[in-house]
């Protein structure tokens, strides 16, 4: 018997120079550790044996349709441009349409090397390929645009890192692969006509109601301007926002050293290798317009003037820091109970932010708790939340059945640090039942289900995670 996935593939029928054709690199012994039935159903893939799933997804089999890629791509790391980078460690087995009625990338990561690993061993560890699985199946469930995770394999090969670590892949799907990256490649290297066809491409497959090339770029910056304002209404900071992890989709890609944040700090920083801070929780907004800049010098370079594209990106690059902060109030307010606008509500926001940091107060706990005594509790000294709450509440008056707008606004539930890394170690150790627990409190983060009351406590002293690493 053989897996049957309904592969429909568009990016292999694009020219060459796009991507190499590789095959994935078979592994010692693969052994299914998770998959997303659910994810499957929608995708069209009929339900299959256990081994069968492991040879697929590990990368020793490659299924009927498939025809397995590593795309190229170039990109701004920390600012710096590197004029190629490409899937070091990761392949495009083809493209699905679900019942959704979307077309879907299934990616394997970690199968192996391709032209593009450079020095890398086209590995990942068992730690970042749980640690994606879990964090990204989390943001699904929060409503928050991302990749989602199909399937984690085990290799059963060790891995060399900080030491000898177990491997592992992971599959991923994704609305696509197209980054930022993808169109500075081209632009860079002068290829004005594989831009064009890129562009083309990216329409036809994301924004089919846009006009051209400057269409399509107002259209990544909407999708963008939501996505970094869920992030910022649950305390998220990706870690490596480079153009490269930059998604056309508008998704969370590429869960390296992402972090959700415990208490609140706006100038938190997870990632040990962001040592200057570039990615910071605050500064998300305003890197992501400077991702959304570079995909726009990027576009322009198709126009046979590209004087004649400027002022248009320009505008349309201006107005961003303006958009994502509307919706990052309109999240805000919602997560206050708040549906109507009042001049006064940016203040209010920051003010209680302020107090958070001040107070050194959990962002998911605060929020979730606002409306319950124990709010006050969250503040190292709760006097100016007193205050605070006061003027919330009268702000909140004639407001329309603010809990339940609040109780859709605040999960209950994020996938804390601490417990992903309490997770990874259990997995390390033979130990899958953490990372199911996980999974199942995840797969409902807003409501407060009992017997997971320990998932919501915020780490203790001797549990808090300091830094988080790059998932290779
Ligand atoms: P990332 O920081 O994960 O977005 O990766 C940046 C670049 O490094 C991409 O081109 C990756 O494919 C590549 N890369 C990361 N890890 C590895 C690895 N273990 N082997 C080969 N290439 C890698
Ligand atoms: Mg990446």
Redesign the pocket.
């Known amino acids: 018997m053989t897996l049957n996935i309904p592969f429909d593939n568009t990016y292999a029928q694009l020219p060459p120079q796009f991507y190499t054709r590789q095959a994935p690199t078979a592994v010692a012994a693969p052994r299914l550790l998770a998959f997303n039935s659910g994810l499957a159903d929608t995708l069209g893939i009929a339900p299959s044996e256990e081994a069968e799933l492991a040879a697929v997804f590990g990368g020793n089999q490659i299924p009927e349709g498939a025809e397995p890629l590593a795309q190229l791509y170039a990109g701004h790391q920390f600012g710096n441009f590197n004029p190629q980078?490409?899937?070091?460690?990761?392949l495009l087995l083809g493209e699905v349409v679900g019942t959704d009625g979307i077309r879907h990338d299934i990616q394997l990561k970690g199968s192996g090397?391709t032209p593009?690993?450079?020095n890398?061993?086209?590995?990942?560890w068992l730690g970042p390929v749980l640690r994606e699985y879990v964090v990204s199946e989390a943001m699904h469930a929060l409503g928050i645009p991302t990749t989602r995770a199909l399937a984690a394999v085990a290799t059963g090969e060790t891995i060399w890192r900080e030491g000898a670590l177990p491997g592992a892949v992971l599959t991923r799907v994704a609305r696509s692969h197209l980054r930022v990256g993808t169109f500075q490649v081209f632009a860079a290297r002068g290829e004005t006509a594989a831009l064009k066809t890129l562009t083309d491409y990216a329409i036809a497959r994301h924004a089919p109601d846009a006009r051209g090339p400057m269409g399509l770029l107002r259209s990544v910056r909407d999708a963008q301007v939501e996505l970094i304002a869920a992030w910022m209404s649950v305390g998220f900071i990706h870690g490596?926002m480079?153009t490269?992890?930059s998604s056309i989709s508008g998704e969370t890609i590429?869960y390296?050293p992402c972090a959700f944040m415990d208490v609140f700090h706006p100038n938190r920083v997870f990632s040990s290798i962001d040592r200057a801070g570039r990615y910071a929780f605050s500064n998300q907004p305003e890197i992501a317009v400077w991702n959304l800049a570079q995909l726009a010098t990027a576009l322009i370079q198709q126009y046979e003037d590209p004087s004649d594209a400027v002022e248009e990106a320009t505008e349309i690059v201006h107005a961003m820091p303006g958009l994502i902060e509307a919706a990052r109030l309109r999240r805000l307010r919602a997560k206050l109970g708040l549906l109507t606008e009042d001049a006064d509500d940016p203040e209010l926001i920051t003010d209680l932010l302020q107090l958070m940091t001040e107070g050194q107060a959990d962002f998911t706990n605060t929020f979730r708790a606002l409306m319950d005594a124990e709010a006050r509790d969250q503040f190292l000294d709760p006097s100016g939340f007193d205050k605070w709450k006061d003027r919330w509440l009268r702000r909140l008056e004639g407001e329309r059945d603010p809990e339940a707008v609040m109780a859709r606004a605040n999960p209950v539930l994020i996938p804390r640090n601490h417990r992903v890394e309490q997770m990874i170690a259990a997995a390390v150790a033979g130990d899958l039942a953490p990372f199911e627990r996980l999974m199942t409190a995840l797969a409902r983060p807003y409501e407060p289900l009992p017997g997971f009351e320990d998932l919501r406590r915020p780490p203790s002293e001797g549990e808090v995670v300091q830094a988080t690493f790059?998932?290779?």
């Open positions: 980078l490409g899937d070091g460690r990761a090397p593009y690993s450079r890398g061993d086209g590995r990942a490596v480079n490269d992890n590429d390296g790059c998932g290779t």
